[in-house]
């Protein structure tokens, strides 16, 4: 082997990563669309009159439609493609934020958020289907990291920078604000995205690299192996555990993510502005477990010859377990105390995170990849509806977030247990067999 082969070899061209970056910019973006309505919180209540509970309402609307949309959504995936639902998706979600900027009423604010649910709904799903295609199994952690850890960053400096908005000029120019950023998205998505197969400036270098897992053992069958219905899917013990264990961390991620800067002013008299600027903390924190640990560690780890499924699983398990740190928060008595478990509890569970997001194209076949990543969505966004809701009713009835950090925590234990027991080693599940094999 030459020396310019062997350099081809070991350092391929990077045109993947831009595919990454792409898919990470998408979800900074939506989540921008997300965090809105959270920094708009006292502004809706001077507006609209909301209480805790209807806020609480109004935040798990946009999961409503959002968890509809993940099981047809993981078949369209499979049939249509990551490039033509994710063209049509973008569009939609950026309506959607010039929907809720010139919304007249609490009901225009709901509908709004109702599609911004549908618009969105395909983003992860798609994004975990086109690592899949764009990288080799030893190195999807990385990437997944990057529009997973996307989410934290955009709560980073999405709370402070739309908070600053709203402050100066008012939320609905914070909503506008968001809907040309999105629809920018939609245009550069449109103008960038295509399956390696489809891109005609991608090396033969680079793409013989990203197919290295076509020789594989048993890449045949992954290939060929005929689409499994959803019912199949539901009842593969992997999947399950897999969505259990995601929709418990779903739930801290959308308590924080909906909660937080009411909890730090509400529990710990904070003021509106210093609420908004603490935010940044943890989700900073999240973001560098999320691509340092969760991305970069299990990588680098696994290149090196470390066992790849129990790499994966000790990150996902005690990352998970980290996540109960939230219990922390529940007696902190300054916000020093209140950052630091929330910071400990979210990072960890970030670190989880791509782990957990990278396991639907590990352990399904090709063509069942979006399926597997709508049924765990769909976990993902019954905890995103419940988490806004169980808090707001229990702040109300309780005065206090004791409960309401507490109950997450329960559902933390049940996640780690389906990891440990029902997930098991993370490898593909048997192919599914079609009725001709059956019959044959």
């Given at each position: 082997?030459?020396?310019?082969?062997?350099?081809?070899?070991?350092?391929?061209?990077?045109?993947?990563?831009?595919i990454?970056?792409?898919?990470?910019l998408?979800?900074?973006?939506n989540?921008?669309?997300r965090v809105?309505?959270?920094?708009?919180?006292?502004?809706?209540?001077?507006?609209?009159g909301?209480?805790?509970?209807?806020?609480?309402y109004?935040?798990?609307?946009?999961?409503?439609?959002?968890?509809?949309?993940?099981?047809?959504?993981?078949v369209l995936?499979?049939?249509?493609?990551?490039?033509?639902?994710?063209?049509?998706s973008t569009?939609?979600?950026?309506?959607?934020?010039?929907?809720?900027?010139v919304?007249?009423?609490?009901?225009?604010?709901?509908?709004?958020?109702?599609?911004?649910?549908?618009?969105e709904?395909?983003?992860?799903?798609?994004?975990a289907?086109?690592?899949?295609?764009w990288?080799?199994?030893k190195?999807?952690?990385?990437?997944t990291s990057?529009?997973?850890?996307a989410?934290k960053?955009?709560?980073?400096?999405?709370?402070?920078?739309?908070?600053?908005?709203l402050?100066?000029i008012?939320?609905r120019?914070?909503?506008?604000?968001?809907?040309?950023v999105?629809?920018?998205?939609?245009?550069?998505?449109?103008r960038i995205?295509?399956?390696?197969?489809?891109?005609?400036?991608?090396?033969?270098?680079?793409?013989?690299?990203?197919?290295?897992?076509?020789?594989?053992?048993?890449?045949r069958?992954?290939?060929?192996a005929?689409?499994?219905?959803?019912?199949?899917?539901?009842a593969?013990?992997?999947?399950?555990g897999l969505a259990?264990?995601?929709?418990?961390y779903?739930?801290?991620f959308?308590?924080?993510?909906?909660?937080?800067?009411?909890y730090?002013?509400?529990?710990?008299?904070?003021d509106?502005?210093?609420?908004?600027l603490?935010?940044?903390?943890?989700?900073?924190f999240?973001t560098?477990?999320?691509?340092?640990?969760?991305?970069w560690?299990?990588?680098?780890?696994?290149?090196?010859g470390?066992?790849a499924?129990?790499v994966?699983?000790?990150?996902?398990?005690?990352g998970?377990?980290?996540g109960?740190?939230?219990l922390?928060?529940?007696?902190?008595?300054?916000?020093?105390?209140a950052?630091?478990?929330?910071?400990?509890?979210i990072?960890?569970?970030?670190?989880?995170?791509?782990?957990?997001?990278?396991?639907p194209?590990?352990?399904?076949?090709?063509?069942?990849v979006?399926?597997?990543?709508?049924?765990?969505?769909?976990?993902n966004q019954?905890?995103?509806?419940?988490?806004?809701i169980?808090t707001?009713?229990?702040?109300?009835?309780?005065?206090?977030?004791?409960?309401?950090?507490?109950?997450?925590?329960?559902y933390?234990?049940?996640g780690i247990?389906?990891?440990?027991?029902?997930?098991?080693?993370?490898?593909?599940?048997?192919?599914?067999?079609?009725?001709?094999?059956?019959?044959?």
């Amino acid at each position: 082997m030459t020396n310019s082969k062997l350099r081809n070899r070991t350092r391929p061209p990077g045109r993947r990563w831009r595919i990454a970056w792409l898919l990470g910019l998408g979800v900074l973006v939506n989540y921008f669309d997300r965090v809105n309505l959270s920094v708009s919180h006292a502004s809706l209540y001077a507006a609209f009159g909301i209480s805790n509970i209807a806020f609480g309402y109004l935040s798990g609307a946009y999961n409503w439609t959002y968890m509809l949309c993940q099981l047809p959504i993981g078949v369209l995936l499979d049939k249509f493609g990551v490039r033509r639902i994710g063209r049509i998706s973008t569009f939609i979600w950026s309506i959607a934020s010039f929907g809720a900027a010139v919304s007249s009423s609490l009901g225009g604010l709901f509908a709004a958020r109702f599609v911004l649910g549908v618009g969105e709904a395909p983003t992860f799903p798609a994004n975990a289907k086109a690592i899949g295609y764009w990288f080799p199994q030893k190195e999807r952690s990385l990437p997944t990291s990057i529009f997973d850890a996307a989410a934290k960053f955009a709560s980073a400096i999405g709370v402070p920078l739309i908070g600053i908005v709203l402050l100066q000029i008012g939320w609905r120019w914070s909503f506008a604000l968001t809907g040309v950023v999105s629809f920018f998205y939609f245009l550069l998505f449109w103008r960038i995205y295509r399956d390696p197969e489809e891109d005609a400036q991608l090396s033969h270098g680079e793409r013989e690299y990203i197919r290295e897992d076509a020789i594989a053992p048993g890449a045949r069958e992954n290939m060929l192996a005929e689409p499994a219905s959803l019912g199949y899917l539901l009842a593969r013990r992997k999947v399950i555990g897999l969505a259990i264990g995601m929709g418990s961390y779903n739930y801290v991620f959308y308590l924080l993510l909906t909660w937080l800067p009411s909890y730090l002013s509400f529990a710990l008299h904070i003021d509106l502005l210093h609420s908004f600027l603490y935010t940044s903390f943890p989700w900073l924190f999240a973001t560098l477990t999320d691509i340092l640990v969760g991305g970069w560690l299990v990588d680098s780890l696994i290149r090196r010859g470390w066992d790849a499924s129990r790499v994966r699983r000790f990150i996902l398990i005690g990352g998970t377990a980290c996540g109960l740190g939230i219990l922390g928060a529940a007696n902190a008595h300054s916000s020093l105390q209140a950052l630091s478990w929330i910071s400990i509890s979210i990072g960890g569970l970030s670190a989880a995170s791509p782990v957990g997001w990278s396991i639907p194209s590990l352990i399904a076949t090709r063509n069942n990849v979006g399926k597997v990543g709508g049924i765990v969505n769909f976990s993902n966004q019954l905890s995103g509806i419940a988490a806004p809701i169980v808090t707001g009713y229990l702040v109300t009835a309780r005065q206090s977030y004791a409960w309401a950090f507490g109950v997450p925590a329960i559902y933390l234990a049940v996640g780690i247990a389906a990891y440990i027991f029902l997930l098991g080693r993370i490898e593909p599940m048997p192919a599914h067999r079609g009725l001709s094999e059956a019959i044959s």
